[in-house]
């Protein structure tokens, strides 16, 4: 997920943006998945706690969870990517602070991030869901046993 989606660009492409109405929130990381594991992560995250705004990019590929600054210090979770926003911090007053994105989930009043750990967690077990549904679904009819 590097490189190519707009999710992995937090920082550089668009600058914090400041009001006076608005300050600014904590700085935060963002962990970029694939749509499909994303979207079953948010649906774990949601039955149990702790959802903070999630992103999606403009080609339905990837999401990104905001967490909080310094995770991508130690982030190394296969199939995902996790980009610093160098602190500078995000200004998260209803538009998404990545440019060619969307909120999934917008961040509600006093915002609160997704904590990685709890994330980590949710996208073992998406990872672990989407396996087991290919498994008994298979993808196209090439996979398809006759009967």
Do not use: N
């Amino acid at each position: 997920m590097r490189g190519g989606s707009a999710l992995s660009d937090i920082s550089g492409s668009q600058k914090p943006r400041s009001s006076a109405d608005s300050e600014l929130s904590p700085p935060c990381d963002l962990v970029t998945v694939p749509s499909r594991q994303g979207l079953e992560a948010v649906d774990i995250l949601r039955l149990s706690t702790g959802l903070g705004p999630v992103l999606h990019d403009s080609t339905g590929t990837s999401l990104g969870f905001l967490v909080p600054h310094g995770t991508a210090d130690c982030w190394d979770m296969p199939g995902s990517s996790c980009t610093s926003t160098d602190g500078r911090g995000v200004v998260l007053d209803g538009l998404p602070p990545v440019r060619d994105t969307g909120w999934l989930v917008p961040p509600p009043a006093g915002t609160t991030v997704t904590d990685p750990v709890v994330l980590r967690a949710a996208l073992g077990e998406a990872a672990r869901t989407i396996e087991l549904a290919d498994g008994l679904y298979p993808a196209g009819p090439e996979d398809a046993q006759p009967a």
